[in-house]
Nanobody
Framework: QVQLVESGGGLVQAGGSLRLSCAASGRTLSTLSSYIMGWFRQAPGKEREFVVAIRRSGGNTDYADSVKGRFTISRDNAKNTVILQMNSLKPEDTAVYYC?????????????????WGQGTQVTVSS
C-alpha cells in the first residue's frame, strides 16, 4: 500500500520521554487521512502487540491499557507523518516499535488488520 519509515527510537532512562515519527510515502499514497494508522511493538521472545491506533479523517484514537495516559498519537496529514509521543517510559516499554497503515479495513488491534508496515525502531528503557 504505502511505504513507512520510523525514526526517533533510542535509549532512555525510566521516567523519560521519546518521540517516534512515522513518515509515509509511495505512489499510491493519496492522503494519510484515508488510512488507519497504528503503532505496535515487539519485545524479544514475545508476539507483536497493539499499542495505539488513530482512525481515518475523524482522528479518533484507541490505546492499549498498558500505555493509556502515557503515550499520545497524532497525525500531520499535510506532512504524511504520524507521531507517537511516549512519556513516563518504563523498562517494560522496551521493544521494537512498528508503524502500520491500512487503507481498506476498519479493525486495527491485530497485526493482520494492517497492510503496510515499517521496518521498526528500537526503544530501550533502562531502570
Amino acid at each position: 500500500q504505502v511505504q513507512l519509515v520510523e525514526s526517533g527510537g533510542g535509549l532512555v532512562q525510566a521516567g523519560g520521554s521519546l518521540r517516534l515519527s512515522c513518515a509515509a510515502s509511495g505512489r499510491t499514497l493519496s492522503t494519510l487521512s484515508s488510512y488507519i494508522m497504528g503503532w505496535f511493538r515487539q519485545a524479544p521472545g514475545k508476539e507483536r502487540e497493539f499499542v495505539v491506533a488513530i482512525r481515518r479523517s475523524g482522528g479518533n484514537t484507541d490505546y492499549a491499557d498498558s500505555v493509556k495516559g502515557r503515550f499520545t498519537i497524532s497525525r500531520d496529514n499535510a506532512k504524511n507523518t504520524v507521531i507517537l509521543q511516549m512519556n513516563s517510559l518504563k523498562p517494560e516499554d522496551t521493544a521494537v516499535y512498528y508503524c502500520a497503515a491500512d487503507l481498506y479495513g476498519s479493525d486495527y488491534r491485530k497485526v493482520r488488520d494492517f497492510g503496510s508496515w515499517g521496518q521498526g525502531t528500537q526503544v530501550t528503557v533502562s531502570s
